[in-house]
């Protein structure tokens, strides 16, 4: 039953994706190196997972995204 209501509303599911795919607002990953080393100590290796979160989408520059403010604030203690 479930398989025969998801093929009926295959061609409804399609054209919702497309038109949120074609309206959606695209917004620029911030400027800047994504690598690096900063600070004394031993090595830390940071993974940042999530679209938004990583690019920096939003900021200026990845010096005010929500990694480079972890950076800082690692760096400084």
Not at 8 to 13: F, S
Not at 64 to 73: D, K, R, S, V, Y
Given at each position: ?77
């Amino acid at each position: 039953m479930d398989k025969l209501l998801t093929l009926l509303l295959a061609p409804w599911l399609l054209y919702q994706g497309r038109l949120v795919r074609r309206h959606a607002l695209r917004l620029p990953e911030a400027s800047g190196v994504r690598n690096g080393a900063r600070g004394s100590g031993a090595p830390l290796g940071v993974l940042v997972l999530g679209d938004s979160a990583a690019a920096g989408v939003g900021c200026a520059s990845q010096c005010e995204a929500i990694t480079g403010h972890w950076i800082n604030h690692l760096a400084s203690g």
